[in-house]
């Protein structure tokens, strides 16, 4: 016994049904009903509250010059000073502290970090270019 060509005629509707089926259920994946919930991130208790640098220091000739940073922070547990990425002993929690920078074309950058009992970061920047 042949089959006519009309006898299959319900094999393409039955591969879209499942193409159209696989992609209603979310693709095949499996779930188990359940997501962790998402949580907004908590904001540190310390703050940096001050931060001051000369915008621009002259070098006059120099290879090296040393200017002053004041800083202060509010709450924090531990604070830190970083310039151009090597870091600065801070004890106190306001004061100000003389830093070093190297004469070239190139900004300065000088972060506070405060840390809260949690450790949890405020930073603040400020850039500094030397001029030559």
């Known amino acids: 016994m042949s089959r006519r060509w009309s006898d299959w005629l ?3 509707a039955l591969g ?3 193409v ?13 009903g359940s997501t962790a919930p ?4 908590v904001a540190a ?3 940096v509250t001050a931060l001051e640098v000369a915008g621009s220091v002259p070098c006059n000739g120099a290879t090296n010059v ?3 940073v004041t800083y202060a922070t509010e709450g924090a547990a531990r604070q830190e000073l970083y ?14 502290v003389e830093v070093a920078l190297h004469c070239d074309q190139l900004p300065h950058s000088v972060v506070v970090i405060a840390y809260d009992a949690d450790d949890r970061r405020t930073p603040r920047a400020a850039k500094v270019t030397t001029v030559l």
């Open 83 to 96: 310039v151009d990425g090597r870091p600065v002993p801070l004890p106190d929690p306001a004061g100000t």
């Open 38 to 41: 998402t949580t907004a991130p």
């Open 45 to 47: 208790a310390a703050k």
């Open 20 to 32: 159209i089926l696989f992609f209603i259920t979310g693709c095949g994946g499996s779930s188990t």
């Open 10 to 12: 319900w094999f393409p």
């Open 66 to 68: 040393t200017i002053p």
């Open 16 to 18: 879209i049904s499942v």
